[in-house]
């Protein structure tokens, strides 16, 4: 399976750092956040990454490089606009192939093993999803019986971590351009093709100064 990087966000909560630097190279304990993904694809078998970007994607590719550092083949989908979630996976699908890949946000940080997530029978997506924090008290779906939903049945809403798997017939007739993937999700989930978990793992979404400083407590407090 192939997995895919979501890195073209401009990171506007995380200014100044954002000003000339990519949010996904913004640093944790040294490490840019997006190597930490790398890292552990890398290390649950991954061999074949595609990242798309757009604000300062250069300096991404000048970073990451082929991947090589990391035993991985790295590809790239560079956006002359920003395409959104869904846009900028519908303009990689070239790059990924026709089978089901994994799908990470760059501005995440996480300690979640990736191995063994799949999908199952006529599914086109799997969420992982996580308890409600703070700025998302209300939650996105429902989780029911390994079943993600958006409506009112009976269950548990919570947040989606920004990471799955998915299945490229997802995008089936969906042109090119900027749009979010949450749209495709619901349609899916409508049509009873989403499974999901809960994430047993610590994560963090990375988009304040103060949860940037949340997430450097917790690696340097590990390591």
């Known amino acids: 399976m192939k997995a895919m990087i979501l890195a073209a966000g401009k990171g506007e909560r995380l200014r100044p750092l954002t000003l000339h630097t990519p949010k996904p190279l913004v640093r944790v304990a040294g490490v840019p956040l997006i190597e930490y993904h790398v890292r552990a694809l890398a290390a649950a078998g991954f061999r074949e990454l595609v990242i798309n970007h757009a604000w ?28 959104e979630t869904g846009g900028g996976v519908r303009q990689a699908l070239p790059l ?13 940080w996480t300690d979640l093993s990736f191995a063994g997530l799949r999908l199952a029978g006529n599914d ?6 996580v308890d409600n924090p703070g700025h ?18 009976a269950g548990e809403r919570l947040t989606f ?16 351009g900027a749009f979010k993937l949450a749209p495709l999700l619901r349609q899916a989930m409508a049509d009873g093709r989403v499974s999901g978990e809960r994430l047993a793992a610590t994560w963090v979404d990375v988009g304040t100064h103060e949860r940037l400083q949340a997430v450097e407590a917790i690696v340097r407090e590990r390591h």
């Open 56 to 83: 300062l994607g250069e300096q991404i590719e000048a970073y990451l490089g082929d991947g090589s550092r990391w035993g991985v083949a790295i590809r790239y989908s560079p956006e002359a606009e920003p395409l």
């Open 96 to 108: 990924l192939g026709d089978e089901p890949f994994l799908l990470v946000n760059g501005d995440i």
């Open 124 to 129: 086109l997506a799997h969420l992982l999803l």
């Open 136 to 153: 998302n008290a209300a939650g996105d779906f429902v989780l029911c019986a390994g079943r993600v939903r958006d409506d009112d049945v």
């Open 161 to 176: 971590s920004g990471i799955s798997v998915l299945h490229p017939a997802l995008f089936h007739d969906v042109p090119e």
